[in-house]
Each structure stands twice: as C-alpha cells, then as structure tokens.
Nanobody
Framework: QVHLVESGGDSVQAGGSLRLTCAAS????????MGWFRQAPGKEREGVAG???????TYAKSVKGRFSISKDNAANTLYLQMNSLKAEDTAMYYC???????????????????WGLGTQVTVSS
C-alpha cells in the first residue's frame, strides 16, 4: 500500500506562493487517483484539488486559477503549486490517494483511503 509524506508547508505573506510536495512510497501513484485536502481549526476537511490517473484535474472554486495540482510518475510525487495565497488558505494540508482510476468525486474526502500526516500552511495578511 502507498505511504504518503507531505512537505513544503510554511508561513508566508498574503500574495505569496508555496509548492507542496507529497512523496509516495510502497506503490506507484500512476495507479492512484490523488487529491489535496485542507483543514483549518474548527472546520471540516475540504477538498482543494484532485488528479485522476490520466491527468484530469478538479479544483475547489475557492482555489481555481490560483492552485495547480500535478504529479511526476517517475519521481512518484504529487505537487500542489499555490499562488496568490490568501489568509483564508491557512490550514493543515493533506495528500490523499485511492487505487481507483474511475474515481469521479475527487474532492470528497471519504472517497480516499490513504492519507499523509499533513503539512501546515500559514498565510498572514
């Protein structure tokens, strides 16, 4: 089973950029639908971006045009490029995977069964 480890979280000013990385081991992510989720204190976990096995992307309305999800199959790594960051983007960000190449609802957390421990993103205004 795939094991996921996120990194790249940091504290940045509003308007800044970060790139989150999710390194996978124990399996090839090319066979998995992948997603990035976030959870702020006192709030539910929400889907940010999803990526199918064939490269189809899905984004939450709140991040569309600012965030970009991608993967490098050779490096077995998932990325989330975050630009024009806002204070409301502050949260713990999680990488998730499920071995389902037909997954459609890629922003629904309950559709994923493998999770990393998260990386903290803090945006100050």
């Amino acid at each position: 089973q795939v094991h996921l480890v996120e990194s790249g979280g940091d504290s940045v000013q509003a308007g800044g950029s970060l790139r989150l990385t999710c390194a996978a081991s124990g399996g090839a992510i090319r066979s998995y639908s992948m997603g990035w989720f976030r959870q702020a204190p006192g709030k539910e976990r929400e889907g940010v971006a999803g990526l199918s096995t064939i490269g189809t992307t899905t984004y939450a309305k709140s991040v569309k045009g600012r965030f970009s999800i991608s993967k490098d199959n050779a490096a077995n790594t998932l990325y989330l490029q975050m630009n024009s960051l806002k204070a409301e983007d502050t949260a713990m960000y999680y990488c998730a995977a499920v071995e389902d190449d037909l997954l459609r609802d890629r922003l629904v957390a309950t559709n994923y069964d493998i999770w990393g421990l998260g990386t903290q993103v803090t945006v100050s205004s």
